[in-house]
């Protein structure tokens, strides 16, 4: 019997060990992650560290992060275990920033310039809460039915949906937002923030100041083949640059988001593994790779934090938004934009629109084109930093429709046949949330 103990110590010992050993490398990035989670959701939208630590944070693996906060001075800080004890401070105008031991907190830092318009129109183009409109053409107890099914009954944490809101020219139809969120809630769009960083390229092309089928601007590539990528070929993600997109180990993605100083420059030095313009390969190195381009239009770096409000975010009133900067004071175009449902939903009308916003045109309507067009080898998942339904990822859709996606399942869907925005956002992708059934019982609501 005692042999027996003794084998069972050692089965439990070797566990240990073992565990410790997979885990300990993956510390600083789970209480990264834990401790930015936790400053933009406090300090951003007002909530509870208990709030988030049960929603935002109840992944497998983050769920091991100690977590506290200082309201005071305005950060927070997650460990593991007491080990690997990482910070995130919050700055006004810039959202947080996980910062590594090296960051000087006292070091003066520039804010983008806002012009925050206070319109008396109704929304979408004003401040003014909209009229309610009723259409004959639709089915009100089937849409209103659809939403709802869209959402966990009490005490529930299946689909995990936080938001929902149906616009059909441009009239709210359908608005639900789950307990503890509301009109007001920021919500962070993760991925839905590429889609936000491509628009600028399609901006400074209507300008005549960036032409995206030229050679890209990155001087390292210029003595090797890599000069021959395009920025039409990192817009599409298909320059054939090595990059592993993987957020369920230590992999370039995340060692981007938890350790880069710079995220700007994550892919620059990566080697070329394929062939521009037919390797398709999602990469958020890429996206902020383009934001690092962004930067290096402008000579100053306040022009660059200016430009991304003045010419977008705060030109269609999207007011409540933030994109996040890195320690380097760039914008992390590739995952840290955080706004309302209603003010990420005008994001969708504005492309619906073709550019439009109010009789002003953005981009040339030619843009909402090109990035709905689909990318070679991407079998018509994806086009210019938006995913596609050309391929039917969708089958009770119209082909036409396509989306700005973010990790756990937010969307922006842009119905150009329909005269149609969805917005959905949650902690769900399609493994848990039925995507293609959610938005079958939307459009079933049409033609009463």
Do not use: C
Not at 114 to 120: A, I, M, P
């Amino acid at each position: 019997m005692k042999k027996v103990f003794q084998f069972i110590g050692l089965v439990v010992l070797a566990a240990v060990i073992y565990y410790g050993f997979e885990t300990y490398p993956k510390l600083d990035l789970i209480s990264g992650f834990s401790a930015k989670s936790i400053a933009s959701g406090h300090f951003l939208d007002n909530r509870s560290i208990d709030l988030i630590e049960k929603t935002d944070n109840d992944i497998d693996m983050i769920d091991l992060a100690k977590n506290e906060v200082d309201d005071n001075k305005k950060f927070a800080t997650a460990s593991v275990y007491g080990l690997k004890k990482r910070k995130a401070i919050y700055r006004e105008g810039l959202g947080t920033t996980l910062i590594n031991d090296d960051f000087d907190e006292a070091k003066p830092y520039l804010t983008p310039k806002r012009n925050k318009t206070n319109s008396n129109l109704p929304f979408p183009y004003g401040n003014v809460e909209p009229e309610k409109f009723i259409f004959d053409n639709i089915d009100y107890a089937k849409l209103n039915a659809a939403v709802a099914n869209a959402f966990d009954n009490k005490g529930e944490k299946k689909k995990r949906t936080r938001s929902v809101l149906v616009i059909y020219k441009d009239k709210i139809i359908a608005e639900k937002y789950d307990r503890g969120f509301s009109k007001n809630s920021k919500i962070l769009g993760w991925s839905m923030t590429k889609s936000l960083t491509a628009t600028y390229f399609g901006i400074l092309q209507k300008e005549g100041k960036f032409n995206i089928n030229k050679p890209a601007p990155i001087a390292e590539w210029q003595n090797n083949a890599r000069k021959k990528i395009t920025t039409n070929d990192l817009l599409h993600m298909n320059s054939g640059l090595e990059w592993d997109e993987d957020y369920g180990k230590i992999s370039d993605a995340t060692k981007m988001l938890f350790l880069s100083e710079d995220m700007t420059k994550s892919q620059i030095n990566k080697k070329q593994v394929g062939k521009p313009n037919s390797t398709w390969n999602y990469s958020s190195g890429t996206t902020n790779l383009l934001s690092g381009i962004l930067r290096n239009q402008f000579k100053t770096h306040q022009e660059y934090l200016d430009f991304w409000y003045a010419s977008l975010i705060d030109k269609i009133g999207m007011d409540s938004m933030i994109v996040e900067s890195d320690m380097a004071g760039n914008f992390i175009g590739s995952s840290y934009g955080w706004a309302t449902t209603r003010d990420w939903s005008k994001f969708g009308l504005l492309y619906l629109h073709k550019g439009n916003w109010n009789g002003e045109q953005i981009f040339d309507e030619s843009w909402a084109k090109y990035v709905s067009t689909p990318t070679n080898d991407s079998e018509g998942q994806y086009g210019a930093h938006f995913w596609l339904n050309a391929g039917g990822r969708y089958p009770d859709s119209p082909k036409d429709l396509y989306s700005a996606n973010g990790f756990q399942g937010q969307r922006i869907f842009i119905f150009p046949s329909n005269d149609l925005v969805i917005v959905r956002m949650g902690l769900k992708e399609e493994e848990g949330f039925d995507f293609n059934g959610f938005l079958k019982e939307v459009l079933g609501s049409f033609g009463k």
